[in-house]
Nanobody, 123 residues
Framework: QVQLVESGGGLVQAGGSLRLSCAAS????????MGWFRQAPGKEREIVAA????????YHVDSVKGRFTISRDTAKNTVYLQMNNLKVEDTAVYYC????????????????WGQGTQVTVSS
């Protein structure tokens, strides 16, 4: 079992920044690939970013490339999502998720999920 707890969401104006954190506990964090997903009202959940157990080869969906950065600190069992130049369309509940093995895009292939943190970007 892996327990994931997100934090760092909030209300920010367009162009602002937030850093989301996801603290993991339970089984070994080091063998878990991590992903950040988001779901806006009335829309399907989509992947935002993913990162492997070693922290290498991070993936970012095209809509956030150059603005968001995923990273992880294995010593702290924490994965981060630095979000810069936020846009109104980034408003959503953001979830972190983990799976054993390589990072992948489909959320259905992740085993553990956090409860989510709300990010609201105002114009």
């Amino acid at each position: 079992q892996v327990q994931l707890v997100e934090s760092g969401g909030g209300l920010v104006q367009a162009g602002g920044s937030l850093r989301l954190s996801c603290a993991a506990s339970g089984r070994t964090f080091g063998d878990q690939a991590m992903g950040w997903f988001r779901q806006a009202p009335g829309k399907e959940r989509e992947i935002v970013a993913a990162i492997g157990w070693s922290g290498g080869s991070p993936y970012h969906v095209d809509s956030v490339k150059g603005r968001f950065t995923i990273s992880r600190d294995t010593a702290k069992n924490t994965v981060y999502l630095q979000m810069n130049n936020l846009k109104v369309e980034d408003t959503a509940v953001y979830y972190c998720a983990s799976r054993r093995g390589n990072p992948v895009v489909p959320g259905t292939l992740y085993d553990y999920w956090g409860q989510g943190t709300q990010v609201t970007v105002s114009s």
